[in-house]
């Protein structure tokens, strides 16, 4: 049998066993779809768009519609540490609900601070409840950095005054499966930056499970969506690259997919913002794009119901997909390249060239650490 046959098989078992379970919402995914005006045809169109997503061939799709429809049969527990929230804002924060919002609502969701009703003591009962009932079972999101320093005492959560790192080490030790959604869950992100005072950890640092990385700051509603999905018909994580980021999201650079890059390859560049260059949207790398460096498919996905993203915004991207941007990104409004290279005034030609060059390397470099990574983790 090949991968696909096999792995076709698998999510076809899991769904089954899916199937036997309980619903969790009084209402179906049809019925809700239904309220909100959303057509059989437009769900079957977002099934075979998360396919192409998640990389997988087209009769992957009704797997991936079934999933949805089954969703609410996982439990998923999401806690918040030190962050902004945007994460959740990326997903939830529409003004007409899409099928990504719809299959959120879906999920069952068992506990999440920012959406659920409860507060106080009752939210602390919850989360304890939840934790207990669906130990081995359930899903685990988890949003922003985990202070270590001082036993991590820089956040404590809820009326009990349980520390983040506390509440973090006992959620993952019942978890089936551990998604660190966002730059700050995976890496640390802004609270990580140098000096660090609160000793701010990525989650992968703090607990023993294997944790997915959704890099981002925020990450796309469409990584979210497809991460979970992704858990829910397979059982299980994806294919991951050496920063534990899910390769069908993380595999390709910025720059690669940029719909400014023929600007880039024909020297065009913005010299400074509100220039000629930036107004015939001109590549953005000598006022600091970072796409070069970073790995995410900002370009093709976008955000909010794929509007936009920042390249398109005007801006270069920032880097804040990777582990460390706060600090190795910086400055985000001047070439990295120009810096590492110690004030080279480079033509644009040869900023093209050091860049391409500076990329093989990372790319053979990203391509072995994933192969490494890969074979205990994946099949
Ligand atoms: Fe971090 Fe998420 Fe950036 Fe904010 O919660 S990844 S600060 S967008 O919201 O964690
Ligand atoms: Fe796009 Fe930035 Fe690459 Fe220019 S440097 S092509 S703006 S990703
Ligand atoms: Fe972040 Fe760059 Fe995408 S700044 S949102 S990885 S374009």
Not at 93 to 104: E, K, Y
């Amino acid at each position: 049998m090949d991968t696909h046959s096999a792995l076709y098989e698998q999510g076809r078992k899991r769904l089954e066993e899916l199937r036997q379970l309980p619903p969790r919402q009084d209402k179906s995914l049809q019925e809700r779809m239904l309220e909100h005006g959303v057509t059989r045809r437009d769900f079957m169109k977002w099934s075979a768009s998360v396919t192409a997503l998640l990389a997988l061939p087209l009769p992957f799709s009704n797997l991936v519609a079934e999933a949805a429809e089954l969703a609410d049969r996982v439990p998923l527990i999401w806690l918040h540490l030190a962050e902004c929230t945007g994460c959740s804002e990326s997903l939830v924060r529409a003004d007409t609900p899409n099928l990504d919002s719809l299959i959120f609502d879906h999920i069952s969701l068992e506990y999440h601070e920012t959406l659920m009703a409860a507060a106080g003591w009752q939210a602390e009962e919850n989360l304890e409840h939840a934790l207990k009932t669906y130990k081995g079972n359930y899903l685990l999101a988890v949003e922003g950095a985990v202070p270590t320093a001082n036993n991590g005492a820089f956040l404590t959560v809820g009326c009990k005054g349980h520390t983040g790192l506390e509440i973090i080490k006992e959620a993952a030790e019942g978890a089936a499966a551990i998604i660190s959604v966002g730059t700050c869950a995976s890496f640390g992100g802004v609270q990580a930056a140098a000096p660090n005072p609160t000793g701010a950890k990525g989650v992968y640092e703090v607990v023993d499970k294997a944790v997915v990385n959704l890099g981002g700051c925020p990450p796309s509603e469409k990584n979210i969506v497809g991460t979970l999905m992704y858990f829910i018909m397979f059982g299980r994580l994806p294919a991951l690259d050496m920063y534990n980021r899910p390769k069908w999201a993380y595999g390709a650079r910025v720059h690669d997919n940029c719909e400014r890059r023929g600007r880039f390859d024909s020297g065009e560049f913005v010299e400074q913002f509100g220039d000629e260059g930036a107004k015939q949207g001109y590549c953005l790398y000598k006022v600091g794009c970072k796409g070069p460096y970073t790995y995410n498919n900002c370009p093709t996905e976008r955000f909010n119901h794929h509007v936009s993203w920042p390249v398109l915004a005007g801006h270069g991207c920032m880097g804040c997909s990777e582990p460390n941007f706060w600090d190795d990104m910086a400055d985000f409004e001047k070439p990295l390249g120009r810096q590492l290279l110690h004030g080279l005034d480079a033509t644009a030609d040869t900023i093209g060239a050091v860049i391409l060059g500076a990329t093989v390397v990372g790319i053979g470099a990203h391509a072995v650490a994933s192969l490494f990574v890969g074979s205990s983790k994946e099949d």
